[in-house]
């Protein structure tokens, strides 16, 4: 069975960074593309990330660009996330979602982060 | 990368059929058949019920069915029942090797 657990969320003020976690089992971690995608309260799905296979085809949305970076650690089964210069816009609960053939299949069940003074 | 378009919300009588559209551009819905359709309850993950346009994942109940002309695809929900009630978003493949979301529907069963 396909599972996804991200961790790494909470609370920090703007400007800070924060470093999100997936951990993945059930599945062969080091063939699928993964996907971080975020949601702020109340609102609509947002696509943040996406790292092929490897390590290399990474893909960002314009707004977290140069400020957010998606790496993994095919031995581990585990995706990340590093989010630096955090603003008040980027309080969202944090999915991480497996790709399959361009298309995000299964979900974590997400960590949320709040950005606030 | 704009949002694809959704409507708000929909609403339907149990039994009856209802339709959400989602509407983007010739780089994304239109470009290619990567449209996916997500179920989300309140506090909980999305689920996928519709991938490359009008697959069905194994469980997803047949009363519901996707189709895509041109730059616009739509989910199709049959037989509403009362478990419907929730938000859908669809999702599209896009010319710049990333992924959009549309904004989401609200579908509520009257």
């Known amino acids: 069975e396909v599972h996804l657990m991200e961790s790494g969320g909470g609370l920090v003020e703007p400007g800070g960074s924060l470093r999100l976690s997936c951990a993945a089992s059930g599945f062969t971690f080091s063939v699928y593309t993964m996907n971080w995608v975020r949601q702020a309260p109340g609102k609509g799905l947002e696509w943040v990330s996406s790292?092929?296979?490897?390590?290399?085809?990474?893909y960002y949305v314009e707004s977290v660009k140069g400020r957010f970076t998606i790496s993994r650690d095919n031995a581990k089964n585990s995706l990340y996330l590093q989010m630096n210069s955090l603003r008040d816009e980027d309080t969202a609960v944090y999915y991480c979602?497996?790709?399959?053939?361009?298309?995000?299949?299964?979900w974590g069940q997400g960590t949320l982060v709040t950005v606030s003074s | 990368q704009s949002a694809l378009t959704q409507p708000a919300s929909v609403s339907g009588s149990p039994g009856q059929s209802i339709t959400i559209s989602c509407t983007g551009t010739?780089?994304?819905?239109?470009?290619?058949?990567?449209v996916s359709w997500y179920q989300q309850y309140p506090g909980k993950a999305p689920k996928l019920m519709i991938f490359d346009v009008t697959n069905r994942p194994s469980g997803v109940s047949t009363r519901f069915s996707g189709s895509k002309s041109g730059n616009t695809a739509s989910l199709t929900i049959s037989g509403l029942q009362g478990e419907d009630e929730a938000d859908y978003f669809c999702?599209?493949?896009?010319?710049?090797?990333?992924?959009?979301f549309g904004g989401g529907t609200k579908v509520s069963v009257l």
């Open positions: 979602a497996r790709d399959y053939h361009y298309v995000p299949d299964y």
């Open positions: 999702c599209s493949f896009t010319t710049s090797s990333t992924r959009v």
């Open positions: 010739s780089s994304d819905v239109g470009a290619y058949d990567y």
């Open positions: 790292i092929g296979s490897s390590g290399s085809f990474i």
